[in-house]
């Protein structure tokens, strides 16, 4: 499996499983009713096959990597969705999971 393909799943991973968060946090939260919660345990129940087609068959390192781009996602999800701002701290957070999840997936192991 190519870096590419990987990141392409983990960037669909972090579709799914922010955005079924956000539906269901919609659905309660705002009061947006039971379609909005029930299209978000879809798209979060989605989030964990999508995990499935890492070509790294280790569970925790997958979900280790898989980590650092649901934070940098879910930054990135509040900025388009709700208008969020982050500060420095927020990028610089972001960019160090970032950076371990290259560290964690992608550096050569022998």
Sequence with gaps: MTIVRSL???ALAALFEIGGAWLVWQGVREQRGLVWIG???IALGLYGFVATFQADPHFGRV?????GVFVAGSLAWGMVADGFRPDRWDVIGAL???AGVLVIMYVPRA
Aim: charged share 0%.
């Design 63 to 67: 979900l280790a990597a898989y980590g």
């Design 39 to 41: 299209a978000g345990v």
């Design 8 to 10: 392409v799943l983990f």
């Design 96 to 98: 160090i999971c970032v």
